[in-house]
């Protein structure tokens, strides 16, 4: 078996699909393909880390690179020291998944998760190396062999840039919970807060290795939306495995997602002249309310597909400031080459304590449309294309009239498994739910008669 990149690196269920032969295999190629380094290597807190990450470190030293390692650190704090030290990294995490799940994500030298056409490389020389027993290209010995050390104290050169990005100013006066998730933020996240000034309360800090994302985090904020409230807290943020997304909750205990965080961050740098161009890039995802908003302030959009290198493209062909996800993703450019949670939690709690501002209030800058999302299982994602796609995209046109300025519809293949997804925004549930549900039964009608397969 070999692996495929998705829309964040490769991920598989730890020692089934993503074993150590094939992670091995893997850190061998991307020490080919991006460079021998010196790599840095860190990790989440899976039970299956430590086993995967001696895996990669092996083939790294295998091609002669050499490697520091982190232990737990987030993602954007390997991809800080990816940069500070020039250096190609990775990062043993599958985010959001479930403990038995694990992956790997790469980083170019500087901290920038890697092009397609370098992911078309390692896939291509994987598959090759897999297939040849006994290896490919002349083996190293001696000195050729690459070294392994740990980095001294990574934590704290993370944590010290994320409270040098406010510029002197703290957190004095704000209480905040964080929901860690049992993930890679449960020390750096609470430390970097409180080393700003503010009152923290910290739920999910205990990672045994199965904990992480279970029943809480960025994807089950219900704990923390209690917590706020009975804490009388400003606000609370819950981050996700890897801690490189997040989604805030407000004082009254409602969810504040990655559109309401792009809005209250990109008027507030507005404001201050911070946000070059007037401009954010945003993914086709990002709710039409957010679109609206923004278009009232003035600030122009830039669409890309989904996934955060994909914003982080379109925001250096653009020179934007800012850019995310709905998801929670959101990269402040002049601070990180990469999604980080904890930095978007720590300006948005620094625009709640300039402003005076309850977060329920600057929140309502984005009037969210009901927003319905269906995937929609097919024999092949192709169905969507040639001839015999016309009448679904004739019923995907008519939709659209339907709606109007009113709402939206988007329709887009998975870029990893033969699945369809089908989003409606609409002015009300029930016409999202109704527009959905047609072009979904439209969609599974045109997969049964075969159209598309190969």
Not at 56 to 77: F, H, I, K, W, Y
Not at 81 to 106: T, Y
């Amino acid at each position: 078996m070999t692996l495929r990149f998705g829309t964040d690196g490769v991920r598989g269920v730890a020692n089934k699909e993503l074993t150590p032969e094939l992670v091995t295999a893997l850190g061998r190629v991307a020490a080919r393909v991006l460079g021998p380094g010196p790599w840095v290597v860190g990790r989440d807190t899976r039970r299956s880390g430590p086993l995967l990450e001696a895996a990669l470190v092996a083939g790294l030293c295998a091609e002669g690179a050499d490697v520091a390692t982190t232990g737990v650190l987030p993602t954007p704090g390997v991809a800080y020291l990816s940069q500070s030290r020039g250096a190609p990294a990775a990062v043993i995490s599958a985010s959001h998944n479930p403990f038995p799940d694990n992956g790997i994500k790469l980083f170019a030298p500087g901290g920038r998760k890697i092009p397609d056409d370098a992911e078309r490389r390692i896939e291509a020389e994987l598959a090759a190396l897999v297939d040849a027993p006994g290896g490919t290209g002349p083996a190293r010995d001696g000195a050729a062999v690459g070294m392994w050390a740990p980095i001294d104290d990574p934590a704290t050169a993370y944590v010290h840039h994320l409270v040098g990005t406010l510029d002197g100013r703290g957190l004095d006066g704000i209480a905040c919970v964080l929901d860690c998730g049992n993930g890679a933020a449960f020390e750096v996240a609470p430390r970097a807060l409180r080393e700003l000034g503010a009152t923290v309360t910290v739920l999910n800090d205990t990672p045994d290795g199965t904990n992480i994302n279970a029943g809480c985090g960025s994807t089950d904020p219900s704990a923390l939306q209690r917590a706020v409230v009975e804490h009388g807290a400003h606000a609370g943020l819950a981050f996700d495995g890897d801690a490189d997304r997040v989604i805030a909750v407000d004082e009254r205990g409602a969810v504040v997602d990655g559109d309401q965080v792009l809005a209250i961050a990109a008027i507030d740098l507005r404001e201050r002249g911070r946000l070059r161009n007037d401009t954010i890039a945003v993914t086709v995802m990002s709710n039409l309310g957010l679109r609206r908003c923004l278009d009232a302030a003035g600030i122009a959009l830039v669409e890309t597909a989904v996934g955060d290198r994909n914003v982080l493209v379109a925001m250096e062909d653009h020179d934007l400031a800012l850019g995310g996800e709905q998801s929670g993703h959101v990269i402040f450019a002049d601070h990180a080459t990469t999604g980080d949670g904890t930095l978007t939690g720590i300006v948005l709690l620094d625009v709640v304590a300039r402003s005076g501002r309850a977060l329920s209030d600057l929140a309502t800058l984005v009037v969210r449309l009901p927003q319905v999302l269906r995937n929609v299982r097919v024999a092949s994602r192709a169905v969507l294309d040639g001839p015999d796609a016309a009448p679904f995209w004739a019923e995907v046109a008519a939709t659209e009239a339907r709606l109007g300025d009113g709402g939206r519809v988007l329709v887009r293949p998975s870029g990893t498994e033969p699945v369809v997804r089908v989003m409606i925004e609409a002015d009300t549930e029930e016409r999202a739910e109704s527009c959905a549900e047609h072009l979904v039964e439209t969609l599974r009608a045109l997969d049964q008669t075969g159209a598309g397969r190969h």
